[in-house]
Nanobody, 123 residues
Framework: VQLQASGGGLVQPGGSLRLSCAAS????????MGWFRQAPGKEREFVSA????????YYADFVKDRFTISRDNAKNTVYLQMNSLEPEDTAVYYC?????????????????WGQGTQVTVSS
């Protein structure tokens, strides 16, 4: 099983980034896919999740309509489009896969994790 996150980088406040997470080694289309983030000195926190059919989507309150999660089951890839980025969004962003949707905000729900991609928002 492998989850390869990419797309992070340095961006100015108000800018945008698109994260990607390519999955392999499991039945991607059967899994809930999530994004979490971890800032220095803080716990890893839930950002967003998307169900198998891409119809049910969940966001953390702090996203405030700035982020959009999507998935392409044909490409085994999940995306996180991040707009209007703020310095508080600076963190390592992780993608993760879960076999079920219950407790989707909990880290323990997810079986597989990617290595993370650094997002830094700074002027």
């Amino acid at each position: 099983v492998q989850l390869q996150a990419s797309g992070g980088g340095l961006v100015q406040p108000g800018g945008s980034l698109r994260l990607s997470c390519a999955a392999s080694g499991f039945t991607f289309s059967s899994y809930v896919m999530g994004w979490f983030r971890q800032a220095p000195g803080k716990e890893r926190e839930f950002v967003s999740a998307i169900l198998w059919n891409a119809v049910q989507i969940y966001y953390a309150d702090f996203v405030k309509d700035r982020f959009t999660i999507s998935r392409d089951n044909a490409k085994n890839t999940v995306y996180l489009q991040m707009n209007s980025l703020e310095p508080e969004d600076t963190a390592v962003y992780y993608c993760a896969a879960a076999p079920g949707v219950r407790y989707y905000r909990r880290r323990s729900t997810y079986d597989y994790w990617g290595q993370g991609t650094q997002v830094t928002v700074s002027s």
